[in-house]
């Protein structure tokens, strides 16, 4: 079992730069691959970016791809999502997850646990 809970979200304006995080608790976090997703009003959950369990595998979304940067703690339980240059289309409750697979994977199907997420809202 392994609990998530993600931090850092808040209002910023457009062009600023945010850092979330995903706290896990539980049995060995760090052989888990952790996804980040967000969700805006009125759209579906959509991939952000993924890093694999040693940190050496990372995916980004092509919206996010060259704004954000994904890392990990395995000492701190921590997976970090650093975001820049953000613009309003950006605005979504952003949600990390982890997978027993241990890969960076795409696709929300394949996680296992679910943080309740931490809105980000990008003022224009």
């Known amino acids: 079992q392994v609990q998530l809970v993600e931090s850092g979200g808040g209002l910023v304006q457009a062009g600023d730069s945010l850092t979330l995080s995903c706290a896990a608790s539980?049995?060995?976090?760090?052989?888990?691959?952790v996804g980040w997703f967000r969700e805006a009003p009125g759209k579906e959950r959509e991939f952000v970016s993924s890093i694999n369990w040693t940190g050496t595998d990372k995916n980004y979304s092509e919206s996010m791809r060259g704004r954000c940067t994904i890392s990990r703690d395995n000492a701190k339980n921590t997976v970090y999502l650093q975001m820049d240059n953000l613009i309003p289309e950006d605005t979504a409750v952003y949600f990390c997850a982890a997978t027993g697979t241990g890969w960076a994977i795409q696709s929300g199907r394949e996680y296992d646990y679910w943080g309740q997420g931490t809105q980000v809202t990008v003022s224009s």
């Open positions: 539980g049995r060995s976090f760090e052989t888990y691959g």
